[in-house]
């Protein structure tokens, strides 16, 4: 069973890795990348019906992504995904003292992207939500039973040497 809580602890924090690199990456490539060729590339996915209808909620989203508000993803996306890199390589080197910051943090991620999620309607901000939960309760889980290691046990009182008749 430890094996199996320290597998999911490890897959916990490659997900968290590759989440903070991928929004490193997007936000280099979201800054390098001229809005003109991302609505390009957003009407050709929805354009193959990959997503759906072209009037739908997620081909609204990349629209309005494509249009604006192009500098603000730029630095909530690298903000977040160097503090998720440096969190996960934190959890990675098992510096225990950082596993509550990390839920912490992960916890607020979380409050974020289920209020965004209700407002606008995002299912994919609503997964994200469900992994980050569970990310949390692997972290918290793995925090808990570090602490429990770290006790000694509690020795048993010392007998009196006297029968108790």
């Known amino acids: 069973m430890t094996r199996t809580k320290s597998t999911l ?11 903070g690199a991928m929004q ?6 979201l800054a390098a990348v001229p809005p003109a060729v991302i609505s390009g590339i957003a009407n050709a996915v929805v354009s193959r ?17 494509a249009e604006g508000g192009r500098t603000f993803a730029v630095v909530f996306l690298l903000l977040h995904g160097v503090l998720k890199l440096g969190l996960a ?5 098992r510096a225990v003292r950082a596993y509550p910051l990390a839920c912490l943090v992960f916890s ?15 299912l ?7 992994v980050d939960t569970a990310v949390v309760v692997v972290v ?26």
């Not at 602890?9 to 890795?17: D, E, I, N, P, R």
């Open 9 to 19: 602890f490890s897959l916990a924090v490659l997900v968290k890795s590759l989440d």
């Open 24 to 29: 490193v990456l997007g936000a280099l490539l």
């Open 49 to 65: 019906d990959l997503l759906g209808d072209h009037s739908g909620a997620i081909a609204d989203d990349l629209t309005r992504a």
């Open 89 to 93: 390589y934190t959890l990675h080197r």
């Open 108 to 122: 607020a991620l979380v409050a974020y992207e289920t209020i965004r999620a209700v407002r606008t309607g995002s």
């Open 124 to 130: 994919g901000l609503a997964v994200f939500a469900v």
């Open 140 to 165: 918290a889980r793995e925090f808990w039973k570090s602490q429990q290691q770290a006790q000694p046990p509690v020795a048993a009182p010392p007998l009196t040497g006297q029968n108790p008749r």
